[in-house]
Nanobody, 125 residues
Framework: QVQLVESGGGLVQAGGSLRLSCAAS????????MGWFRQAPGKEREFVAA????????YYGDSVTGRFTISRDNAKNTVYLQMNSLKPEDTAVYYC??????????????????WGQGTQVTVSS
């Protein structure tokens, strides 16, 4: 099992930026695909972004494409989510997830084995 700890959430005005981080335990982080998901109150979990183990492939949800960027630093066992041009509808708890047996880069959530506790992002209008 991989322990994942998110950080970097907070309150920001619309149009602002935040950078989320997710630190992973263990020595084999560089072999995992990683993803970011979010869930707003009363809504289903939503795919945000995913990155392959090498960092060579990234996917984004339609609602964040062009505004968010996922990246990773395998030397630091950390994955990042840079969020720009934030909107009130981006308000949610953001979770990172690890796929320890990576085949296809997953966007549904079912592909991921481990999840962090989440970090709250609130965007005011």
């Amino acid at each position: 099992q991989v322990q994942l700890v998110e950080s970097g959430g907070g309150l920001v005005q619309a149009g602002g930026s935040l950078r989320l981080s997710c630190a992973a335990s263990g020595r084999t982080f560089s072999t995992y695909h990683m993803g970011w998901f979010r869930q707003a109150p009363g809504k289903e979990r939503e795919f945000v972004a995913a990155i392959s183990w090498s960092g060579g492939t990234t996917y984004y949800g339609d609602s964040v494409t062009g505004r968010f960027t996922i990246s990773r630093d395998n030397a630091k066992n950390t994955v990042y989510l840079q969020m720009n041009s934030l909107k009130p509808e981006d308000t949610a708890v953001y979770y990172c997830a690890a796929d320890r047996t990576p085949l296809r880069l997953g966007v549904t959530g079912r592909e991921y084995d481990d999840w962090g506790q989440g970090t709250q992002v609130t965007v005011s209008s």
